[in-house]
């Protein structure tokens, strides 16, 4: 057995913050963002490294016409409507100038082009599945949604990421009736349990930043056979890292968290482990340099762990294929 190297990026722009930031606000990172697409793919490409794009299926629209013609029949009816992309738009629109925030066909087609790199999905609307509302079928629905979205491009998706990492047993039946094989869990750590489960959130904030820096719990890493397999469900492949953002005012803890992630991924590799590392593409936006230089440090030791300790690289795809 090998070490296992695995990315998964939640693709979003807009899609993940409608009801937390302002478009407008962030319109230079998202178009950093959009530029960034080929750069990422070039340094996966030079390191071998295989990639999940879990996006979400509204970027997959070229416009607003398109989008209403893709969305699903049956939406969310949450019990506070901030959350429903569906009630945003009625309220905000999708002008044609803000395009950038909510589009993505040639980004996507792009990531297509490259070996490795698995198209998944990331729902159809930033879909909240432990957010308070009536029934399932709106979840149901937003995947078929999700799924229909990616026959534009030839492509089937079998790896979901839930935004916000919120899931339950009922989703994740869902999922499997959907055909989708693989899913991207939390860390099996207390501090990474699900936001909606009602424990303080105070004190998890502070595990959570903390553990990015110095260890706060046990090995990130897991052997391939702890990866969860259920009949009925699809595999459940925990999550290591979130590779944090390079920042311009804390260049220290830019330091501790990178050398946090190459001594988790040689431990991995040392031990023969899975290490999962995930991030936003639009982490990357507001200093694109910066966060590309981070990244091919990660990507050189992971050469280095494929050198000394025959790791290799899956997207999340690729464990359906090996485990089911």
Same mark, same amino acid.
């Given at each position: 057995?090998? #070490?296992?190297?695995?990315?998964?990026?939640?693709?979003?722009?807009?899609?993940?913050?409608?009801?937390? *930031?302002?478009?407008?606000?962030?319109?230079?990172?998202?178009?950093?963002?959009?530029?960034?697409?080929? !750069?990422?793919?070039?340094?996966?490409?030079?390191? !071998?490294?295989?990639?999940?794009?879990? @996006?979400?299926?509204?970027?997959?629209?070229?416009?607003?016409?398109?989008?209403?013609?893709?969305?699903?029949?049956?939406?969310?009816?949450?019990?506070? !409507?901030?959350?429903?992309?569906?009630?945003?738009?009625?309220?905000?629109?999708?002008?044609?100038?803000?395009?950038?925030?909510?589009?993505?066909?040639?980004?996507?087609?792009? =990531?297509?082009?490259?070996?490795?790199?698995?198209?998944? @999905?990331?729902?159809?609307?930033?879909?909240?599945? +432990?957010?308070?509302?009536?029934?399932?079928?709106?979840?149901?629905?937003?995947?078929?949604?999700?799924?229909?979205?990616?026959?534009?491009?030839?492509?089937?998706?079998?790896?979901?990421?839930?935004?916000?990492?919120?899931?339950?047993?009922?989703?994740?039946?869902?999922?499997?009736?959907?055909?989708?094989?693989?899913?991207?869990?939390?860390?099996?750590?207390?501090?990474?349990?699900? =936001?909606?489960?009602?424990?303080?959130?105070?004190?998890?904030? =502070?595990?959570? @930043?903390?553990?990015?820096?110095?260890?706060?719990?046990?090995?990130?890493?897991?052997?391939?056979?702890?990866? #969860?397999?259920?009949?009925?469900?699809?595999?459940?492949?925990?999550?290591?890292?979130?590779?944090?953002?390079?920042?311009? *005012?804390?260049?220290?803890?830019? @330091? +501790?968290? +990178?050398?946090?992630?190459?001594?988790?991924?040689?431990?991995?590799? =040392?031990?023969?482990?899975?290490?999962?590392?995930?991030?936003?593409?639009?982490?990357? #936006?507001?200093?694109?340099?910066?966060?590309?230089?981070?990244?091919?440090?990660?990507?050189?030791?992971?050469?280095?762990?494929?050198?000394?300790?025959?790791?290799?690289?899956?997207?999340? #795809?690729?464990?359906? *294929?090996?485990?089911?």
């Amino acid at each position: 057995m090998q #070490g296992i190297f695995t990315i998964s990026l939640d693709f979003e722009l807009h899609w993940g913050v409608f009801d937390k *930031k302002d478009r407008l606000g962030r319109k230079e990172c998202y178009q950093n963002t959009l530029q960034l697409i080929p !750069e990422l793919l070039r340094l996966f490409e030079k390191y !071998e490294v295989n990639v999940t794009w879990a @996006t979400v299926g509204g970027m997959f629209a070229q416009d607003r016409n398109e989008w209403d013609q893709l969305k699903p029949s049956i939406q969310p009816d949450y019990t506070s !409507e901030k959350y429903s992309a569906y009630k945003w738009v009625d309220q905000h629109g999708l002008p044609e100038d803000l395009y950038f925030a909510h589009f993505a066909p040639q980004a996507i087609e792009n =990531i297509l082009q490259f070996p490795g790199q698995e198209l998944g @999905t990331h729902t159809f609307a930033h879909y909240y599945c +432990l957010e308070k509302q009536n029934g399932h079928e709106a979840f149901d629905a937003d995947l078929k949604a999700a799924k229909n979205t990616a026959l534009k491009f030839n492509s089937k998706p079998i790896s979901l990421v839930f935004p916000r990492n919120q899931f339950n047993e009922e989703s994740l039946r869902i999922c499997y009736l959907n055909e989708i094989k693989v899913v991207r869990s939390n860390p099996d750590k207390w501090f990474w349990t699900p =936001i909606a489960d009602g424990k303080p959130q105070i004190l998890r904030k =502070i595990y959570r @930043t903390g553990d990015a820096y110095i260890q706060l719990g046990g090995r990130t890493s897991y052997p391939l056979h702890a990866v #969860g397999v259920k009949q009925n469900e699809p595999i459940q492949l925990p999550a290591s890292r979130l590779l944090r953002p390079w920042h311009s *005012k804390y260049s220290w803890s830019n @330091t +501790l968290s +990178l050398r946090r992630i190459l001594k988790e991924l040689r431990t991995a590799a =040392i031990h023969k482990e899975c290490y999962h590392l995930w991030w936003h593409p639009e982490n990357f #936006g507001d200093f694109p340099k910066e966060n590309l230089n981070n990244l091919e440090f990660i990507l050189n030791e992971y050469e280095n762990c494929k050198k000394q300790h025959g790791m290799t690289s899956w997207n999340m #795809g690729e464990y359906a *294929k090996h485990l089911l």
